[in-house]
């Protein structure tokens, strides 16, 4: 609706883990968000993030490209930085 009336879009996080940041790449990579944004790389935030590593490249972050929001969390890290799990199942 914005890039329909010609209104500039802005879309960034700071602190997300890989799973934020890819969603964030994916919008921002969108006609329309001609805004910068201040996504950038994990090591900004994290030692180790629970995805691969986003990486600075001639000062962008590359879009990613897998399906979904084109990353997978990395088991072992996700394993070792979560605290509580609960499974849910449909009745």
């Given at each position: 609706m914005a890039r329909a009336h010609g209104v500039p879009v802005w879309c960034g996080g700071m602190?997300?883990?890989?799973i934020g940041r890819a969603a964030n790449l994916a919008l921002a990579a969108l006609p329309g968000f001609t805004l910068p944004g201040d996504t950038s790389a994990s090591s900004r935030y994290f030692a180790e993030d629970i995805t691969e590593a986003f990486v600075l490249a001639d000062g962008h972050l590359p879009v990613p490209?897998?399906?979904?929001?084109?990353?997978?969390?990395?088991?072992?890290?996700?394993?070792?930085?979560?605290?509580?799990?609960?499974?849910?199942?449909?009745?």
């Open positions: 602190p997300e883990t890989g490209r897998a399906p979904g929001i084109g990353v997978e969390p990395l088991p072992d890290v996700l394993r070792r930085f979560t605290r509580a799990r609960r499974d849910l199942y449909a009745a």
